[in-house]
């Protein structure tokens, strides 16, 4: 059973940064990890992610340059470093794992439908 717990989320300004946590059970060897995130009203959507075993880095283009995702395997942590925050980063911030290899991360074409579980989510909320 594959558990993802996050923590980390809260309330900033626009310009500050957040460091969002996911603590990984049960997804060892499991091709992939990262994160999604939803606003009110919008469809869950790619953030970024780490191929789990070499390292990878994906990002989505909205988030590049001001997002950093890392990995520490002996703690089956991943974390997101969020800086240069902006209102429009507001949503539930969700980790994700991707159980078996798809070329869709490396495209930046992976869907929420294509993830296999999911944490519960944590608020970002970034006011102006």
């Known amino acids: 059973q594959v558990t993802l717990i996050e923590s980390g989320g809260g309330l900033v300004q626009a310009g500050e940064s957040l460091r969002l946590s996911c603590e990984a059970s049960g997804a060892d060897g499991m091709y992939a990890r990262g994160w999604f995130r939803q606003a009110p009203g919008n469809e869950r959507e790619f953030v970024g992610a780490?191929?789990?075993?070499?390292?990878?880095?994906y990002y989505a283009e909205a988030v590049k340059g001001r997002f950093t995702i890392s990995r520490d395997k002996a703690k089956n942590m991943i974390y997101l470093q969020m800086d240069s925050l902006k209102p429009e980063d507001t949503g539930v911030y969700y980790c994700?794992?991707?159980?078996?290899?798809?070329?869709?991360?490396?495209?930046?074409?992976?869907?929420?439908?294509?993830?296999?579980?999911w944490g519960r989510g944590t608020q970002v909320t970034v006011s102006s």
């Open positions: 780490v191929t789990w075993n070499d390292g990878r880095l």
């Open positions: 994700a794992v991707k159980k078996d290899f798809t070329c869709a991360v490396a495209t930046l074409q992976i869907a929420s439908t294509d993830i296999d579980y």
